[in-house]
C-alpha cells in the first residue's frame, strides 16, 4: 500500500471513529504488525474464511499475503463508510454489508466449510449477549479444528469466560504488538470440546433469555 493511501485509510477510519466511536472503536486501522499476528496461523488450504469487521482491509491484505484466495475471503462489514472501498479493493472477495451479531441466521454457507474466522470486531464495546452470538454464528460455519482470531486492545481476552464456557470454547493468547495503535494482544478462541453449535439454537433474537444469564453470571464474576 502506497504512503497516499495509508494516509486516506487513516483519515477514513478516523472520521469512523469521530461519528461512532463504540462501533468503531479505534482512531486508526489496525497496523501491519498486528496483521501479521492475526493472520500467522492461517493458510492457503484453510480457505473459505470469514472475516468480520474488515474495515479499510488490513487483516484482508494479509490474509492475501498468506497466499489465501481472494474468491475464498467473505468480508462481513456492518459500516457503510467501508463498504465501496472494500468492493473497489477486492472485486472477487464476497462483500456483505449486515451485524455480525446476525451470521448465524444468514446462511451464507452450506454445511461447515469454513477453516478460519478473523475478527476486528471491538468486543470490549459489546454486550455478553451480542458477543455470544457473534461467535456461536461464527462456530456454526466453522470446520473441526477451526478457529476465531480476536485482537484486542485490553489486558486479557475480550471474551467473557462464563461466554466461553456456555459454548464450549477456549482462549489462547498468540501474541501482541506494541507497534500498534493502541498496542493490542491477539487470541487464538476454538473449541474446547465438541458441541453443537446450531444456528437455530444461538440466534441473535431467539436465544435472549439465555443469553441474559450469561450476561448476568458475567457481571456478577467480573468477567
Known sequence: MTAKAACSDFLHF????????????????????????????????????????????????????????????TLIEYGPEFITALHARFPTARVLQMDAAHLAHADIF?????????????????????????????????????AVYQFTYGPRCPVPRPILDRLGLKAVRIGGTVRNLPPASVYRISRRKPLELSRERFSYRESEA??????????????
Open 110 to 146: 452450506e454445511g461447515e466449510p469454513v477453516g478460519a474466522v478473523v475478527s476486528g470486531l471491538p468486543l470490549l464495546s459489546m454486550s455478553p449477549r451480542k458477543i455470544a452470538s457473534i461467535l456461536a454464528g461464527a462456530f456454526a460455519y466453522m470446520r473441526p479444528g477451526g
Open 210 to 223: 439465555e443469553l441474559d444469564d450469561i450476561a448476568a453470571f458475567s457481571n456478577e464474576t467480573g468477567g
Open 14 to 73: 478516523f472520521r469512523s471513529w469521530i461519528s461512532n466511536p463504540l462501533r468503531v472503536a479505534a482512531i486508526a486501522p489496525s497496523g501491519d504488525s498486528l496483521a501479521r499476528i492475526m493472520t500467522s496461523e492461517i493458510a492457503a488450504l484453510d480457505g473459505p474464511i470469514i472475516e468480520l469487521g474488515p474495515g479499510t482491509g488490513v487483516f484482508t491484505r494479509a490474509l492475501l499475503a498468506r497466499g489465501v484466495s481472494e474468491a475464498d475471503l
